[in-house]
């Protein structure tokens, strides 16, 4: 919970987010995600492309003093933040994971990243994050986006969640969305109850869409 918190306070939005957060129930800021998984040309996935789009408390506090004449702000006055938050997020595993059965893959350093705002102010944080090695697919690969603390909570876009770039002839990709909280289990998800569980509980899993891509 301490490391997520450093995430956002990097960012300079925590104090506002937690003040404003009813009873500390979680999450403290939403992500509606759109991602799309690279291949390399000898068809093993090199990496991914991750476009996460912000709720709107935390994109006006990104965006709080910036932009011109009532206009949102520009690529280039976003850039320190984008930096900032990309890394932040070598801390968190970048809320990624990518395996094969047991197996976990890790990542190299994220490039080609960017903050933009559109004319809402809704900011959307743009990076490639490659991973060290590249992976066959010959078995099923499952990628997932999620904060295992569940501060933040990611949920795939509607249209085109994830898509392939340069995949080969076949491959296919399945994503799975969790089942949402009933009322009476979205009540119980209070500080009180997070700060109840044992370090390093992966408790976000539940709630994680799950992308599963399988290549002949």
Same mark, same amino acid.
């Given at each position: 919970?301490?490391?997520?918190? *450093?995430?956002?306070?990097?960012?300079?939005?925590?104090?506002?987010?937690?003040?404003?957060a +009813?009873?500390?129930?979680?999450?403290?800021?939403?992500?509606? /995600? *759109?991602?799309?998984?690279?291949?390399?040309?000898?068809?093993?996935?090199?990496g991914?492309?991750?476009?996460?789009?912000?709720d709107?408390?935390?994109?006006?506090?990104?965006?709080?003093?910036?932009?011109?004449?009532?206009? +949102?702000?520009?690529?280039?006055?976003? /850039?320190?933040?984008?930096?900032?938050?990309v890394?932040?997020? *070598?801390?968190?595993?970048?809320?990624?994971?990518?395996?094969?059965?047991?197996?976990?893959?890790?990542?190299?350093?994220?490039?080609?990243?960017?903050?933009?705002?559109?004319?809402?102010?809704?900011?959307?944080?743009?990076?490639?994050? +490659?991973?060290?090695?590249?992976?066959?697919? *010959?078995?099923?690969?499952?990628?997932?986006? !999620?904060?295992?603390? !569940?501060?933040?909570?990611?949920?795939?876009?509607?249209d085109?969640?994830?898509?392939?770039?340069?995949?080969?002839?076949?491959?296919?990709?399945?994503?799975?969305?969790?089942d949402?909280?009933?009322?009476?289990?979205?009540?119980k998800?209070?500080e009180?109850?997070?700060?109840?569980?044992?370090?390093?509980?992966?408790?976000?899993?539940k709630?994680?869409?799950?992308?599963?891509v399988?290549? +002949?």
């Amino acid at each position: 919970m301490k490391e997520i918190r *450093k995430f956002l306070t990097a960012a300079a939005l925590l104090p506002a987010l937690l003040l404003s957060a +009813p009873a500390w129930a979680h999450p403290h800021v939403w992500v509606t /995600a *759109k991602e799309k998984i690279l291949f390399g040309p000898d068809g093993k996935i090199i990496g991914f492309r991750h476009e996460w789009t912000f709720d709107e408390m935390y994109s006006a506090f990104a965006t709080q003093g910036l932009g011109k004449d009532g206009k +949102p702000p520009t690529k280039e006055e976003l /850039a320190p933040l984008a930096k900032t938050n990309v890394d932040s997020l *070598k801390e968190f595993q970048y809320f990624t994971v990518a395996k094969i059965g047991p197996k976990y893959y890790e990542f190299g350093p994220p490039r080609d990243y960017e903050l933009t705002a559109d004319d809402k102010k809704i900011v959307t944080l743009l990076f490639t994050l +490659p991973l060290k090695e590249p992976v066959s697919v *010959k078995k099923p690969f499952v990628f997932m986006v !999620y904060d295992p603390t !569940y501060f933040v909570d990611f949920e795939l876009a509607k249209d085109d969640p994830v898509t392939l770039q340069n995949a080969p002839a076949g491959c296919s990709v399945n994503n799975m969305r969790p089942d949402p909280l009933n009322q009476a289990d979205t009540k119980k998800l209070n500080e009180s109850f997070f700060s109840g569980l044992s370090p390093g509980t992966d408790f976000g899993v539940k709630l994680a869409p799950r992308t599963i891509v399988a290549c +002949p």
